[in-house]
């Protein structure tokens, strides 16, 4: 694989390595959409998301209408991606002015990630984030033949998957069904394939490091190797997420935590690496309009329940918190703990 070798800039601190043995996650929760396609039992389908929103910020989806050959033509796009030589993914690299592409030296919480990726935005606009400092411009491989076409079309499931699962999470916390629609206008949602490469000390490094997801809602498929792991909010532990065939996982992002004034938490997870097998996953991040100001829905607010989180721009928040994962800093990156207001003070 050209290029990651093990060096210092991938070492856990100890307290953050994976443990020798994983525990595996019992309890996710395993939703059912199937009856969405046939148009009933929303009313308990909204109740399963939000309680699987509430407890663990972390859920599983089978039934959900994505066709299995549409997911299959973006993995083989993908590992046809990863195959290519060093020279074939150098020409789509990503720069800190276009973030989108190849590259393979994220940091998470400073930390070198054992993994590369490729980001891209299949069929949306060009959206400029923060007064032109980011541009959304695709670079699109050559040599892998149909990548752009498939990804395209897992885009478009991805998309219509989102907004139904947008509307079963507004459902659940008494909202109008489209009330979080208008957010996602003009969204800043994007495609990342990832590959964890097998990685010689599995036990010093990690695919991600501990992290949430910024966004609304990720919608992540993984192959059946295996590696994520959720921290579960009822002992802390970190568990693995067993894979599950023709399934997505779902993750509740920052933004749901803030929209729902704490109801819903986003999960802290991570990517475990072993030095066997490569794994491939590819998330799909549904994120709301760069201009978007982010703070708790005024339904959910009240005197008994103030707000929680003063106001921020997403698109500011995004940048920066981009800009900062491109590279090793000295400072903690940006989390929505630092508009968290000081309640009673
Ligand atoms: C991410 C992430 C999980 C995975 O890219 O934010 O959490 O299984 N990925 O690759
Ligand atoms: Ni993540």
Redesign the pocket.
């Known amino acids: 694989m050209g290029g990651l070798s093990m060096n210092e800039a991938f070492v856990q601190a100890p307290e953050h390595r994976p443990k020798p043995t994983v525990v595996e996650a019992s309890g996710i929760p395993v939703i059912d959409l199937s009856p969405l396609l046939a148009g009933d039992g929303v009313d308990a389908l909204a109740a399963e998301v939000g309680a699987a929103s509430r407890d663990w910020g972390f859920f599983v989806v089978v039934g959900h209408g994505v066709p299995a050959e549409t997911v299959a033509r973006a993995a083989e796009a993908q590992r046809a991606f990863f195959a290519l030589p060093a020279e074939g993914k150098e020409a789509v690299r990503r720069s800190e002015a276009e973030p989108l592409g190849y590259y393979a030296s994220e940091h998470t919480k400073n930390v070198r990630d054992w993994k590369e990726v490729f980001d891209l935005v299949p069929r949306k606009p060009h959206v400029a984030l923060a007064d032109g400092q980011l541009v959304f411009d695709n670079k699109w491989p050559q040599d892998v033949p149909g990548f752009r076409e498939s990804l395209e079309e897992y885009d478009a499931a991805m998309e219509d998957l989102a907004f139904k699962l947008l509307e079963l999470i507004a459902r659940s916390l008494n909202l109008r069904p489209d009330r979080l629609h208008g957010f996602f206008k003009d969204q800043t949602t994007f495609i990342?394939l990832?590959h964890y490469p097998p990685c010689p000390s599995p036990d010093l490094a990690l695919?991600?490091g501990r992290?949430k997801?910024a966004g609304a809602l990720?919608i992540?498929y993984?192959d059946d190797t295996g590696?994520?792991d959720v921290r579960r909010r009822s002992d802390g532990e970190w568990v693995r997420v067993k894979p599950v065939p023709n399934s997505f996982i779902i993750n509740v992002g920052d933004l749901i935590q803030v929209w729902s004034n704490d109801r819903y938490e986003s999960a802290e997870?991570r990517?475990s690496v072993n030095s066997a097998k490569e794994r491939f996953?590819m998330?799909y991040f549904f994120n709301p309009a760069s201009y978007t100001m982010v703070e708790p829905l005024e339904e959910l607010v009240s005197e008994e329940n103030p707000a929680r989180y003063d106001a921020y721009n997403w698109g500011e928040f995004f940048s920066t918190r981009k800009n900062s994962n491109f590279k090793k800093l000295d400072v903690e990156n940006v989390q929505i703990a630092h508009f968290r207001k000081s309640l009673g003070a």
């Open positions: 990342r990832n695919g991600v992290h997801d990720t992540l993984q590696g994520l997870h990517v996953s998330p």
